[in-house]
Antibody, heavy 121, light 107 residues
């Protein structure tokens, strides 16, 4: 059974870079059958899809964040990562790493437990 | 971008009541809609995929219907453990997107 676990700093200063890692256990990240995805949740904006990366390198980012987002994969550690640059208070959220089934019918499962990142000086 | 409008944003019902939540897409998304349940402090959980298909292990009191732009999620007999926020999510167009959520409470 595949499980995902987020890790990274819970506090980031404004204008700095938010960096999170998702460790995948119970399955390999070396497949294009799934899209390795980040989603965030804020009280004000609800659930926001950030983007995904395939093992082969294809990425797609939400246009609302595209200029600041990078999702990468580290196959040696079976991990994928999120970097979000130039953060502001509006980026304060619970960040989830998620596996996207990729092909129709398509859904998000499993999800990591989520990690709260607060942007504050 | 595709806009997903859920209503109501919250509801209060009695145990045993039938509860319905609607989700409207800003464009035709065929059947490409999922429903998730989120309990406080937890990640969302998939309940329904492809608008009307029940995920394995999900109680049969949950159901979904609709296609095109209008979708409905129903709990046939509300149980105390169903207290949660429910979200619709479309996967017809990128960027993928969610509805604003419906918080279900017990009266």
């Amino acid at each position: 059974q595949v499980q995902l676990q987020e890790s990274g700093p819970g506090l980031v200063k404004p204008s700095e870079t938010l960096s999170l890692t998702c460790t995948v256990s119970g399955g390999s990240i070396r497949t294009d059958d799934y899209y390795w995805t980040w989603i965030r949740q804020t009280p004000g904006e609800g659930l926001e899809w950030i983007g995904y990366r395939l093992y082969s390198g294809t990425t797609y980012y939400n246009p609302s964040l595209e200029s600041r987002v990078t999702i990468s994969v580290d196959t040696s550690k079976n991990q994928f990562s999120l970097k979000l640059t130039s953060v502001t208070a509006a980026d304060t959220a619970v960040y989830y790493c998620v596996r996207d089934r990729g092909s129709n019918p398509r859904w998000f499962d499993p999800w990591g437990q989520g990690t709260l990142v607060t942007v504050s000086s | 971008d595709m806009q997903m409008t859920q209503s109501p944003s919250s509801l209060s019902a009695s145990v045993g009541d039938r509860v319905a939540i609607t989700c409207q897409a800003s464009q035709d998304i065929s059947k490409y809609l999922n429903w998730y349940q989120q309990k406080p402090g937890k990640a969302p959980k998939l309940l329904i995929y492809d608008a009307s298909n029940l995920e394995t292990g999900v109680p049969s009191r949950f159901s979904g219907s609709g296609s095109g732009t209008d979708f409905t999620f129903t709990i046939s007999s509300l149980q105390p453990e169903d207290i949660a926020t429910y979200y619709c999510q479309q996967y017809d167009n990128l960027p993928l997107s969610f509805g604003g959520g419906t918080k279900v409470e017990i009266k």
